[in-house]
């Protein structure tokens, strides 16, 4: 791992602390939220949402993976990497608890700690089927879940992998 060889090797407890505020507030947004006003008669405005959070999260990781991968100084994607896949899941807890106001468009939904029960399950591939995406528009979110979670999630988790394990080995070199 390159850059400033006078950097400390992890991030302070001051941005440990922001990381673990910032996790606290996007959990309580999700369940403070009046994400029902998202009902049927709003669902340009939900898909919006949807596609824009959704997208800004992408960008996000992309850009922590770009640093992982340049060996960027400064960068805390142990920090960052994480933050931005918890709230990429619960963006789509959102999407599921609006999706459970929807008639015909999920079975077995009912609050939202069954929608983040639900993007867990699905991001974890392991379909338990007590909550079925039954109509076109939850089966294309859950879709669209599954592919991010390939795309983005994955890489992120590998860029992640990638500069703890060059971290290890510096931190190696450096104590011999």
């Known amino acids: 791992m390159s850059g400033d060889p006078s950097a400390p090797p992890f991030p302070s407890a001051r941005l440990w602390l922001g990381a673990g505020a910032c996790e606290i507030a996007l959990l309580l947004g999700y369940f403070l939220l009046p994400l029902h006003r998202l009902g049927p008669q709003h669902s340009a405005l939900a898909v919006v949402l949807l596609v824009g959070a959704l997208g800004v999260l992408a960008l ?37 608890f609006v999706l459970a106001h929807y008639p015909g468009e999920i079975t ?40 991010y979670n390939f795309v983005f999630l994955t890489a992120a988790a590998t860029a992640l992998t990638h500069r703890i394990r060059s971290g290890i080995g510096t931190r190696g070199r450096r104590y011999r």
């Open 60 to 96: 996000l990781i992309l850009r922590q993976i770009h640093a992982v991968l340049l060996e960027r100084p400064g960068a805390h994607p142990g920090l960052v990497i994480p933050l931005l896949m918890c709230s990429s899941v619960l963006v789509f807890s959102a999407a599921y």
């Open 108 to 147: 077995g939904l009912a609050t939202r700690v069954d929608a983040l029960y639900f993007t867990l399950v699905t991001l974890a591939t392991v379909g338990y089927g007590d909550i079925t995406p039954i109509g076109q528009a939850a089966r294309v979110v859950t879709l669209l879940q599954i592919l």
